[in-house]
């Protein structure tokens, strides 16, 4: 009874310092824009001093939001943000000791780090077997923790479940290598050789070629956009250390990825070395990764009378242009702006489009669109009308 008692005292304590925090913040939040420049500079440092988990109690800029505010607002955000992002693309540490059941294991990994692990092996028709395993992690990166457990426990990564932003474990092949002993981890990364085709022309060695295939995968609680891998960078020597040369040098692989796929492959082309080379000794490089920031919630009400409504976060403004009636269906018109988009928004790259965006009713019940049309697409603006199927129509509802 003693556990149970502490662990809801915990529980309390934890909603209690939650809402005294929401409180703190929208005080401050006031305080920047408080009569005296000692008091607003105050109230920005206590809010930086918060840290990221005060970036989702920040209110967002709109047209209302005065100067001061709007300008001390985005200061902080951007602040934040940098930091949030910079912890996001650090690899997690696990910290894990003794002997558990795997499912024990892989709850106690899931929890610590973030990411999603689902055990698939009934979809391959396998005995969901649920082993001990022995494990001594003290500040372990996540990917060298989860190939040890799944080492112990004989199984691997199915990276094609259609789960997004979900790691799929499955039993591993009779005769499969260990991962621990085929994987390198560099950060959130893990990469694996997974294939060489070699190919000898007999009529001209001009046409000569090798052909490595590495898998990089990545934690599923981010989910990168696109990957860049400029062959300039590339290095590979053999076993005696003599190089291999890199083919193309001076091109950038870029490889888009896909939602639910928590890996790609890419194909390195190298020079064919001689006969007498047994290995490739060693491969490095350096690689790229297009990631977005933290998940932003913006909420609009009051639809019938929304015309060019507009909320700002950091650098993302989001526009509700217009709503209109077009036979049957509700349309909400709406526009996304980022200050920095760099090669984010290329045309042939649709992650901005994967983001949610629904109805919530006046019950506070979801409703999902029923079809969305890509209205514009510039360098840094998005442009989407979303047609929703409500026979009562926008009225009460908010639009997320």
């Known amino acids: 009874m003693t556990t149970w008692i502490l662990l809801f005292a915990n529980l309390l304590a934890g909603q209690a310092d939650a809402a005294e925090l929401e409180l703190?913040?929208?005080?401050?939040?006031?305080?920047?824009?408080?009569?005296?420049?000692?008091?607003?500079?105050?109230?920005?440092?206590?809010?930086?001093e918060f840290g990221p988990p005060v970036l989702d109690l920040l209110p967002p800029v709109t047209r209302t939001t005065s100067a001061e505010v709007r300008v001390r607002l985005d200061r902080i955000r951007n602040r934040l943000q940098q930091q949030a992002a910079a912890q996001t693309t650090q690899a997690t540490h696990i910290n894990l000791q003794g002997d558990m059941p795997l499912q024990s294991a892989l709850a106690a990994l899931a929890e610590q780090s973030g990411n999603a692990i689902l055990d698939y092996r009934d979809q391959f028709g396998q005995t969901a077997t649920n082993p001990t395993v022995t494990l001594d992690f003290q500040d372990k990166p996540f990917w060298q923790a989860?190939?040890?457990?799944?080492?112990?426990?004989?199984?691997?990564?199915?990276?094609?479940?259609?789960?997004?932003?979900?790691?799929?474990?499955?039993?591993?092949?009779?005769?499969e290598r260990a991962r621990a002993d085929r994987g390198a981890y560099s950060g959130l990364f893990r990469f694996e050789g997974v294939s060489l085709v070699a190919r000898r022309d007999l009529r001209d060695?001009?046409?000569?070629?090798?052909?490595?295939?590495?898998?990089?995968?990545?934690?599923?609680?981010?989910?990168?956009?696109?990957?860049?891998?400029?062959?300039?960078?590339?290095q590979a020597v053999d076993e005696d250390d003599q190089p291999i040369a890199i083919e193309a040098a001076g091109t950038q692989l870029e490889v888009p990825t896909e939602a639910s796929v928590p890996a790609v492959e890419i194909?390195?082309?190298?020079?064919?070395?001689?006969?007498?080379t047994r290995q490739i000794g060693l491969l490095q490089g350096q690689m790229s990764a297009l990631i977005?920031?933290?998940?932003?919630?913006?909420?609009?009400?009051?639809?019938?009378?929304?015309?060019?409504?507009?909320?700002?976060?950091?650098?993302?403004?989001?526009?509700?242009?217009?709503?209109?009636?077009?036979?049957?269906?509700?349309?909400?018109?709406?526009?996304?702006?980022?200050?920095?988009?760099?090669?984010?928004?290329?045309?042939?790259?649709?992650?901005?489009?994967?983001?949610?965006?629904?109805?919530?009713?006046?019950?506070?019940?979801?409703?999902?669109?029923?079809?969305?049309?890509?209205?514009?697409?510039?360098?840094?603006e998005v442009g989407v009308a979303f047609l929703f199927d409500r026979p009562e129509g926008l009225e009460g509802c908010r639009f997320v």
Do not use: C
């Open 146 to 175: 989860l190939d040890q457990v799944l080492d112990q426990a004989g199984l691997t990564i199915y990276n094609f479940s259609g789960q997004p932003d979900t790691l799929a474990i499955v039993a591993r092949g009779d005769g």
């Open 292 to 380: 977005p920031g933290r998940v932003q919630e913006f909420v609009f009400e009051n639809l019938r009378d929304a015309k060019a409504v507009e909320q700002r976060v950091a650098g993302v403004t989001v526009t509700v242009d217009q709503v209109r009636k077009t036979l049957d269906l509700d349309e909400i018109r709406m526009r996304v702006r980022f200050d920095r988009a760099d090669i984010a928004l290329e045309s042939h790259r649709n992650w901005v489009y994967q983001n949610e965006a629904y109805l919530l009713d006046p019950d506070g019940q979801r409703v999902d669109y029923a079809r969305m049309e890509v209205t514009m697409q510039r360098q840094d």
């Open 205 to 234: 060695p001009r046409g000569d070629s090798l052909r490595l295939v590495v898998e990089v995968a990545w934690e599923p609680r981010v989910r990168p956009i696109v990957l860049q891998l400029s062959l300039d960078t590339l």
């Open 24 to 48: 703190e913040t929208r005080r401050l939040v006031r305080q920047l824009d408080g009569p005296s420049l000692a008091q607003r500079e105050a109230a920005e440092q206590t809010l930086l």
């Open 267 to 276: 194909q390195i082309p190298l020079s064919l070395p001689d006969r007498s």
